[in-house]
């Protein structure tokens, strides 16, 4: 059979039963369905599929990233999910393996379906499947699925507090050991201690959203008691009196973050960069202005956006020095541009200055700077990844839905 626009072409048998049944007819309508049927036959055939009907997975292939390279969407990485529901019970791409990828007439629906196929033989082999390709590594999130972030997951009336140094100190650090008072019991012994970080607030209306839970270390319960001993076992900075203490979650697995688009329209802010002073880069962590009351989930896709800057540019003429030396010729006079951004409160040059030609203001426009994955949700913000960036992600950009 060979593919036309309307499907297939009939083969020989079939055209030789429709001239039997056209010969029953009168000669007046045997040939104008002759004229019919031939012009049937030479319809033009469809062009080649741009798209591969299969495709076999290679080393490093992820879902989304066939869907980018045949689909133009890494989003529409569900839909090769359904035609190939063999990936469901394996839970992973096997190098190898045959994908059902889509035709490129998406009216058409999918006839053929991928299953998997054994076939045993009575030999010794290796059943393990090759291991998953990790989009993310674990180390990027799970300590903050681990730690409280945020004052408000915190009881305050259950939590221990750090009293002091055995021998009095004030601050201690790791293998340090310390007293503790009203400390909740632990199925491990093993203590989280945090403290009470910067307030999370809103920047366009000022509004606090949240208190953030800062993370120091980890204490080994030594002997239990009204004031008990612990030794620090790990810590991050160093921890005083008066630091929380909560006992330590069981360790908890990586979860599966399926990305997808936000099903409302998304326009917040990134928040905090957690101190980063030169903007937050890939696989850094930072906190928007948007939680569960804003519609936004676990795994969406967002992309930030840097806002309109002013640039500077200032024309300074530099004079060559004068030297006592008058033989050598002097260097010509010559005029440098520099550029800079102003901040938000910086103060304008005067308007005799820009008359004048010695400086000029220049507005920059708002610009795309990467794309954020959203791991932990709250009620009013929400925590997410960087997983791509075009420029450094700093605070007071605007965070929105792709393609917004």
Not at 13 to 24: E, K, N, P, V, Y
Not at 156 to 173: C, F, I, K, P, Y
Not at 176 to 182: D, I, K, T, V
Not at 335 to 363: H, I, M
């Amino acid at each position: 059979m060979t593919a036309n626009s309307s499907g297939i072409v009939p083969g020989a048998g079939r055209i030789m039963a429709c001239l039997l049944w056209s010969a029953r007819l009168p000669w007046l309508r045997r040939w104008a369905w002759l004229v019919a049927l031939s012009g049937f036959l030479w319809l033009p055939a469809k062009a080649g599929q741009s798209v591969p009907l299969l495709y076999t997975i290679e080393a490093g292939d992820t879902l989304w990233g066939i869907a980018a390279r045949f689909l133009d969407d890494p989003l529409r990485w569900p839909e090769l999910l359904v035609r190939n529901p063999q990936l469901v019970g394996h839970g992973a791409l096997l190098v190898g393996e045959t994908l059902v990828v889509a035709p490129d007439d998406e009216t058409t629906p999918t006839q053929l379906r991928m299953l998997p196929i054994e076939v045993r033989r009575p030999t010794v082999r290796d059943a393990s499947p090759a291991p998953a390709t990790a989009m993310i590594s674990p180390d990027a999130i799970t300590p903050f699925l681990t730690y409280p972030l945020l004052m408000g997951e915190i009881d305050s009336t259950t939590a221990g507090h750090v009293v002091t140094g055995l021998d009095g100190d004030v601050l201690l650090g790791q293998f340090s050991r310390f007293y503790a008072q009203s400390l909740p019991p632990s199925e491990n012994d093993i203590y989280t201690i945090f403290r009470p970080d910067q307030a999370l607030i809103h920047p366009l209306s000022g509004e606090r959203l949240g208190t953030a839970a800062r993370f120091l270390g980890t204490a080994q319960l030594d002997t239990p008691g009204q004031v008990a001993k612990l030794t620090i076992v790990s810590a991050v900075e160093e921890i005083s009196p008066g630091d929380r203490l909560i006992p330590r979650p069981k360790k908890v697995g990586l979860p599966y973050l399926y990305p997808t688009v936000p099903q409302v329209a998304v326009d917040a802010h990134v928040i905090s960069t957690f101190g980063s002073i030169s903007g937050a880069g890939d696989y850094a962590i930072v906190v928007i202005s948007a939680g569960s009351e804003d519609g936004v989930a676990v795994g969406n896709i967002l992309t930030t956006l840097h806002p309109n800057r002013t640039l500077l540019l200032t024309r300074e003429v530099i004079h060559p020095q004068t030297r006592g030396d008058r033989c050598r010729v002097p260097t010509a006079v010559r005029t440098t541009v520099n550029a800079r951004l102003l901040g938000c409160s910086e103060r304008l040059p005067g308007k005799r200055q820009l008359t004048s030609g010695n400086a000029e203001l220049v507005d920059l426009p708002e610009g795309r700077s990467g794309e954020l994955l959203v791991f932990r949700v709250f009620d009013r913000l929400s925590y997410a990844l960087v997983r791509r960036t075009e420029r450094a992600v700093h605070s007071g950009d605007r965070v929105v839905s792709p393609g917004a």
